[in-house]
């Protein structure tokens, strides 16, 4: 019999993040359980728009909304990562995962309260395995910040025993994980730093008319401007100095509409991107030192990560580097966190969110209602 700890395992993992880009999913490859979890590989991943982005975008921005209309998008939602889920399947030649781990959509963020809207049924009829999701909330029910969630997966995922190791999220708002060599998962340090492509987003609609700058290509051609870079700095800096979890409220909108009509286009963008990249690279300085890795959208804005570079005054890197491509490390570190859920280990570590004790479970769960007979099309002579 083939011993417990060399089985592999099967997970997708789902991510809609607060820029409301779309969502993402993978499908990763994992031999042993719990904290023992090693070999992680990449199978492949896919993305989709939201179909119910207009009603998201008004959610998250506060604005009034109907029941009717809460649960349509969120029914949709579901639907939206059935779809995703089914074809990531049917590309990689899988019929169903172990899990599937699904984030939802944040359209509230201000502990102890956060909603992670989804309806996740869709996904447990069309994959037939077990689904996990809420992943934040009960963190936030035993008085932690929720946030940041994927450091224990970028754990498993990125750790290395000789060489210290910073692994960046460029999402709506940045966070980093800070990974010593050889450390323990105790031994992670990690934080949300400031908001990013909120900024950076809201900056190309107010000055470009676009929904986003690709590679920071308009940013390139503009001046950043002394006098807005420091007052989107400050503003920034201190978020970071803050510690806690980011959401709701900490867009930086204020300093869009103040600057807005006072520079032309491209220099705001580029007085965004020396802005928020100056605020990473002071706020990594506060957490870690180490190789920098990039991830998440914005590590292709080359304007952007030039300017987090000369902050840090070292080159960085991107997570493709280390076998997870950026667009897919949040969906793929969701993958991950759904294997650790389903073998009893909290999720969200203390030392990040602040939490002071235990909780009961990571994440809400759908059960399938009776045994399905293992995948084998991939698994098959790995084991």
């Known amino acids: 019999m083939t011993p417990t700890h060399a089985r592999h395992r099967l997970a997708i993992g789902c991510m809609s993040g607060t820029s409301l880009d779309g969502i993402d999913a993978v499908l990763i490859r994992a031999a042993g359980e719990g904290l023992g979890l090693r070999d992680v590989s990449v199978l492949g991943g896919a993305s989709v728009p939201l179909s119910s982005r207009g009603t998201l975008v008004r959610l998250a921005g506060g604005e009034p909304v109907t029941a009717s209309d809460i649960a349509a998008a969120a029914h949709a939602l579901g639907e939206d990562h059935a779809a995703l889920c089914r074809a990531l399947c049917d590309q990689t030649g899988v019929r169903r995962p172990e899990v599937a781990c699904v984030h939802g959509q944040t359209v509230w963020h201000r502990p102890p309260a956060g909603w992670q809207l989804l309806n996740p049924w869709p996904v447990a009829r069309e994959l037939g395995c077990a689904v996990v999701y809420d992943l934040r909330g009960a963190d936030l029910a035993g008085g932690g910040q929720g946030a940041p969630l994927t450091p224990l997966a970028d754990w498993v995922l990125f750790r290395d025993d000789q060489a210290d190791r910073v692994i960046v999220n460029l999402g709506g708002f940045c966070n980093a994980t800070c990974l010593p060599a050889g450390c323990t998962p105790e031994g992670v340090r990690a934080a949300d730093l400031c908001a990013c492509n909120q900024v950076l987003d809201a900056a190309a609609r107010a000055g470009i008319g676009e929904d986003y700058d690709p590679d920071g290509a308009r940013a390139a051609r503009g001046t950043p401007d002394r006098g807005a870079v420091e007052a989107l700095r400050a503003a920034l800096d201190a978020q970071t100095a803050a510690g806690r979890s980011l959401g709701s409220g900490d867009e930086a909108r204020g300093w ?71 667009s897919w490390r949040e969906a793929a570190c969701f993958g991950v966190l759904g294997l650790l859920a389903a073998d009893g280990v909290e999720i969200a570590l203390s030392g990040v969110t602040g939490r002071a004790g235990t909780i009961p479970l990571s994440g809400a769960w759908i059960r399938p209602s009776q045994s399905a007979p293992p995948d084998t099309r991939q698994t098959a002579g790995m084991s």
Not at 292 to 301: D, E, F, W
């Open 256 to 326: 869009i509409e103040t600057w807005a009509v006072r520079l032309r286009g491209e220099d705001l963008l580029a007085s965004a991107c020396a802005g928020v990249g100056g605020a990473i690279g002071a706020g990594i300085g506060r957490i870690g030192q180490g190789e920098v890795y990039l991830a998440g959208g914005s590590a292709r804005n080359r304007t952007l990560v030039g300017a987090i570079a000369d902050a840090l005054g070292q080159t960085v890197l991107r997570t493709d580097d280390l076998g997870v491509p950026v």
